[in-house]
């Protein structure tokens, strides 16, 4: 009963199914608040560094209208914040450990304890909503 990856975490913490969250302590993704000031709708981005220079993210694919950024703010910072908002603690780690490089290489940096059974499935369906790119944890691991 875990969750790994920023779509998949975030979706669980967002759903108040993670008791414990485990967040790498200098994780590089941004939360980003968008929104269309056309339509008024806001959409929540979480986003890699490389992921922040492509312009997809920052424009209404339907009529190319630039989005407007409500909040930016560094995930680890946060989720520091707000994480008793949904219930759950939160544990840094460090890679300076074996254990705590591993995590970060293989699991991106970001993961988290569930209460409950959650349906994976359903959260991969609604990844669209959180942004961002599915982590790989085969790429760049050691």
Not at 9 to 31: G, H
Not at 119 to 135: K, P, R, V
């Amino acid at each position: 009963m875990i969750v790994f990856g920023v779509n998949d975490t975030m979706k669980a913490i967002e759903m108040s199914a993670i008791e414990k969250v485990l967040l790498y302590e200098e994780i590089e993704y941004v939360r980003y608040e968008i929104k269309n000031p056309v339509k008024g709708d806001t959409k929540i981005w979480y986003l890699s560094p490389a992921q922040e220079g492509d312009p997809k993210y920052f424009k209404d694919p339907d009529t190319g209208i630039d989005l407007e950024v409500v909040a930016s703010e560094p995930l680890c910072d946060w989720l520091c914040v707000n994480y008793g908002n949904f219930g759950a603690k939160i544990e840094l780690i460090s890679d300076k450990t074996q254990e705590g490089f591993q995590f970060v290489k293989g699991f991106g940096g970001i993961g988290g304890l569930l209460r409950y059974k959650i349906d994976l499935d359903e959260i991969m369906d609604n990844n669209a909503n959180l942004g961002g790119d599915e982590f790989d944890p085969d790429e760049d691991f050691i």
